[in-house]
């Protein structure tokens, strides 16, 4: 008992100093259990994010915007791989964070449970909803577990480039007739609350905050990084020229940041709990594809187990 106490205080120790902790160091169950369910989430976040995208690669207006739209695509499927290989580091393995997601055991991002309505979601899903990720993720970029802040120094480098083209495809839009116009603000006035909403519920009623905090996986708050998302985005609306679909955003010279209007908590409890516009969808979509593709799996491990033997072949 007395190993495992000293065990934690050499831990928190290591992560006071600013060290990270990598997957063969000694750490307390609970920290093992608060980064498979953060990592996986984020990590499921990425997969089932590519649907609400994927829906529109059809229908893109050019072929500029098309091939734009595959590579956004495709590297969130790549940040998926990342982040789920970084939580096998922690001893589980995919199947069981597969079967999570399955059985509604893990979450994934509120916000993926929207529809994407018209191609202008395509701008604002860019712009509001991968600005409102890296806001997150510089953040998440010194988190304690080694393999989880470099996955996040290259996914945020590509979120960057996500942001831009959601807002140069909404820049196009606005420059453009009274309908396409129109367009991003409908888009807007949809996808501002639920974009807010990603950053989970307040401090105060933020279950996991208080231990994930000394543990330095969050090194900032919910709210805190809500307001730096609002306190950047707002300046980004008016250059568009679009209104934000909040009659209490404003300027608070005293605090230094933009105050705003209240969530609608019911309505993210909704969705989190499996009653948004899109849950039920979003999930039978990734069971089915899963289902489908067993033989993918089947047939890629088949071709690293005879490539196995041959390597064990070529050693002996
Ligand atoms: N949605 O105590 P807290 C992207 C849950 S970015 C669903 O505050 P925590 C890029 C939370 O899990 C999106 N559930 O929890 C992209 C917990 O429930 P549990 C993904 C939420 O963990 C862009 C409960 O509420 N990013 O995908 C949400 O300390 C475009 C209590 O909450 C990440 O996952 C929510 N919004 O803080 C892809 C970032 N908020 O697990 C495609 C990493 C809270 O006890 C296209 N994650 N909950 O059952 C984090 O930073 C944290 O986990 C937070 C939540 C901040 C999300």
């Given at each position: 008992m007395e190993n495992v106490m000293e065990l934690e205080a050499q831990f928190q120790a290591k992560i006071d100093r600013g060290e990270f902790i990598e997957p063969k160091d000694w750490m307390p169950e609970k920290y093992r259990k608060t980064l498979i369910r953060q990592i996986s989430q984020h990590a499921h976040s990425e997969i089932i994010g590519m649907q609400p995208e994927g829906n529109w690669i059809t229908r893109a207006p050019s072929l500029r915007r098309k091939a734009i739209l595959l590579a956004k695509i495709q590297d969130e499927a790549g940040h998926g791989l990342y982040l789920y290989s970084a939580c096998e580091?922690?001893?589980?393995s995919r199947e069981e964070l597969n079967h999570q997601l399955h059985t509604g055991a893990a979450k994934y991002s509120s916000?993926?449970?929207?529809?994407?309505?018209?191609?202008a979601d395509m701008g604002a899903i860019g712009w509001l909803v991968d600005g409102a990720a890296i806001v997150n993720q510089v953040s998440l970029?010194?988190?304690?577990?080694g393999p989880y802040a470099r996955a996040m120094v290259r996914i945020c480098k590509e979120e960057s480039f996500h942001q831009r083209q959601g807002y140069e495809l909404l820049l196009s839009l606005c420059r453009g007739t009274a309908e396409q116009k129109a367009m991003a603000q409908d888009a807007m006035n949809r996808w501002w609350w639920p974009s807010l909403m990603?950053?989970?519920?307040h401090d105060a009623e933020s279950a996991h905050s208080a231990q994930s905090m000394q543990w330095k996986?969050?090194?900032?708050s919910n709210d805190e990084l809500r307001q730096k998302f609002i306190d950047k985005t707002v300046a980004q609306a008016e250059f568009l020229g679009?209104?934000?679909?909040?009659?209490?955003?404003?300027?608070?010279a005293e605090r230094g940041h933009y105050d705003f209007g209240q969530i609608d908590w019911e309505e993210f409890n909704n969705v989190i709990r499996g009653?948004?516009?899109?849950n039920k969808q979003r999930l039978n979509h990734h069971v089915k594809v899963h289902e489908e593709n067993v033989w993918v799996r089947e047939a890629a491990n088949a071709y690293a187990k005879k490539n196995a033997k041959k390597s064990e072949t070529l050693v002996a």
């Open positions: 580091t922690m001893g589980i916000i993926f449970n929207y529809p994407t309505l018209s191609w970029q010194r988190t304690s577990y990603m950053f989970g519920p996986i969050k090194r900032e679009l209104t934000i679909p909040d009659p209490d955003l404003k300027w608070n009653n948004g516009p899109c």
